[in-house]
T-cell receptor, first 115, second 110 residues
Framework: GAVVSQHPSWVICKSGTSVKIECRSL??????MFWYRQFPKQSLMLMAT?????????EQGVEKDKFLINHASLTLSTLTVTSAHPEDSSFYIC???????????FGDGTRLSIL | LAKTTQPISMDSYEGQEVNITCSHN???????ITWYQQFPSQGPRFIIQ???TKVTNEVASLFIPADRKSSTLSLPRVSLSDTAVYYC???????????FGQGTELSVKP
């Protein structure tokens, strides 16, 4: 079946560091990918929609200069958390659609901890 | 986007059938209903999707009444490993975004 892979699965870094998270569709081409954020005991919150070859669409309240999204190919989208601070610590999850009229498939998430 | 409402939590015992109902009064004509399962520190996993009536796969059934304003996920003979959060979402499957509700935390006890 369709597989979405995220890397890294877990990262710890110092405050002020920029962190890049990769989301790959392993066996299909994904023109659209989505990035979510999840805090402990809470639901997933959509951050942005990533479209291949165009700028990402950010949800209200999400800083586009803070969370840089690049979708340079049909199989890879990246989320860069720039100058990360402790409040950016969270679980980040991506998803992808491999065709219309099919459900989204999710990666296994990236646990980001900023010290 | 249609909003969904689910019970916050449910308890069950191993071997029982579990039914989780989701309300989506504002569902649009083109919207599908999709259920996901999420374990701690993992991404959501697709369970089942339907548009109307009944859909069944190897892990669950989905019942959707004629007015489509609600849906029920049925998990037959649950086991301890079915303890997870279950999310109901509606969307048109045309590349549009999905908005997650609070989900239902299912706890299966021995």
């Amino acid at each position: 079946g369709a597989v979405v892979s995220q890397h890294p699965s877990w990262v710890i870094c110092k405050s002020g560091t920029s962190v890049k998270i990769e989301c790959r569709s392993l066996d299909f081409q994904a023109t659209t990918m989505f990035w979510y954020r999840q805090f402990p005991k809470q639901s997933l919150m959509l951050m942005a929609t990533s479209n291949e070859g165009s700028k990402a669409t950010y949800e209200q309240g999400v800083e586009k200069d803070k969370f840089l999204i690049n979708h340079a190919s049909l199989t890879l989208s990246t989320l860069t958390v720039t100058s990360a601070h402790p409040e950016d610590s969270s679980f980040y999850i991506c998803s992808a659609m491999f065709s219309l009229n099919q459900p989204q498939h999710f990666g296994d998430g990236t646990r980001l901890s900023i010290l | 986007l249609a909003k969904t409402t689910q019970p916050i939590s449910m308890d069950s015992y191993e071997g029982q059938e579990v039914n989780i109902t989701c309300s989506h009064n504002n569902i649009a004509t083109n919207d599908y209903i999709t259920w996901y399962q999420q374990f701690p520190s993992q991404g959501p996993r697709f369970i089942i999707q339907g548009y109307k009536t009944k859909v069944t796969n190897e892990v669950a059934s989905l019942f959707i009444p004629a007015d489509r304003k609600s849906s029920t996920l049925s998990l037959p003979r649950v086991s301890l490993s079915d303890t997870a959060v279950y999310y109901c979402l509606v969307g048109d499957n045309q590349g549009g975004k999905l908005i997650f509700g609070q989900g239902t935390e299912l706890s299966v006890k021995p």
